[in-house]
């Protein structure tokens, strides 16, 4: 039987190769393999103070509801994204927290007197999907002692911290008067602020989590 030859051989081998790679490989992966980009991480910031010494009983993606109780002040709000790495490829399996203060600026936790609404959860998290997204209910934020309204937000994989942040909002007029804002620089206040628009499920935002995994 006559043999093929060897150019012809190694190229239906590198053909091969090329074949079982792009199958093996998974769908949502090819597109980050295929552009070869390599994405900005989002800017790190302070956890600030007010981090939960002990975990709510409820720490679901709702916060506008503590158990049974409702929170009814401020303006409901969903707060969605995704969180990638910085090949664009979805922090699939990981978790993603939230926490902030309540209408009235108060957090849930003993630095700041204890003095949040019960009714408001303060405290959610969820797990990425396997498209890296994520979804809140909670409040367009509200200010607090001399910040700006935003949101504390935390990226962990496998028990890991890979990113403590925070979440902003666009226009808002306190912005330019917060230290923590300005010293992110034009690029990192980009990344980080978005608008609260109106939507058929009502206020939302949205923002893209780039993480160093």
Known sequence: MPTAPLSSRRSLLKGGAGLIAATAAPVWLTPALAQGKTLRPTPGQTEGPYYPVA???DTDFDLLRSGAAAYGKGQPAWVSGTVTDTRSVPLAGGVIEIWQCDQDGHYH?????????????????????????????????APYSGRTPHIHVKVKLDGRELL????????D?????DFLWRRLGEEGQALLTRPFVNSPDGLKAEYAVVVQA
């Open 109 to 141: 936790h003993p630095g700041d007197g204890a003095r949040a609404d019960p009714a408001f959860q303060g405290f959610g998290k969820v797990t990425l999907g396997k498209d890296g997204g994520y979804r809140f209910r909670t409040l367009r934020p």
């Open 173 to 177: 007029p306190g912005n330019a008067r």
């Open 55 to 57: 975990f709510p009983a």
């Open 164 to 171: 403590t942040t925070q979440f902003y909002v666009q226009g």
